[in-house]
Nanobody, 125 residues
Framework: QLQLVESGGGLVQPGGSLRLSCAASGFTLDGYAIGWSRQAPGKERETVSCISSSGANSYLADSVKGRFTISRDNAKNAVYLQMNSLKPEDTAVYYC??????????????????WGQGTQVTVSS
């Protein structure tokens, strides 16, 4: 199983920004679609965003569209989730996941087969 490590989470005030990173350990992310999902306490996990292997295609959930941006840098073997205008309802553990896929990305987080350990994002004043 591939190893992914998320970083960049933390405590931020409403309206603030964070950038999450998803780094691969021991393998190259080239050739893998990457998805970000989140799970808040007492709620089901939901897909936030995904990006294709080349970065040419991406998806953002309606709840984050216009505030979040997903990008990747295959040379640095990393995928990023830039989160702006954060709201308290964005509070959750955020996970990145990978699946071998050369075109497109899956909106269903269940389609991914390698996962990171998650990073906590807390939006609170």
């Amino acid at each position: 199983q591939l190893q992914l490590v998320e970083s960049g989470g933390g405590l931020v005030q409403p309206g603030g920004s964070l950038r999450l990173s998803c780094a691969a350990s021991g393998f190259t992310l080239d050739g893998y679609a990457i998805g970000w999902s989140r799970q808040a306490p007492g709620k089901e996990r939901e897909t936030v965003s995904c990006i294709s292997s080349s970065g040419a295609n991406s998806y953002l959930a309606d709840s984050v569209k216009g505030r979040f941006t997903i990008s990747r840098d295959n040379a640095k073997n990393a995928v990023y989730l830039q989160m702006n205008s954060l709201k308290p309802e964005d509070t959750a553990v955020y996970y990145c996941a990978a699946v071998r896929l050369y075109v497109g990305c899956y909106r269903d987080f269940g389609a991914y087969d390698s996962w990171g350990q998650g990073t906590q994002v807390t939006v609170s004043s």
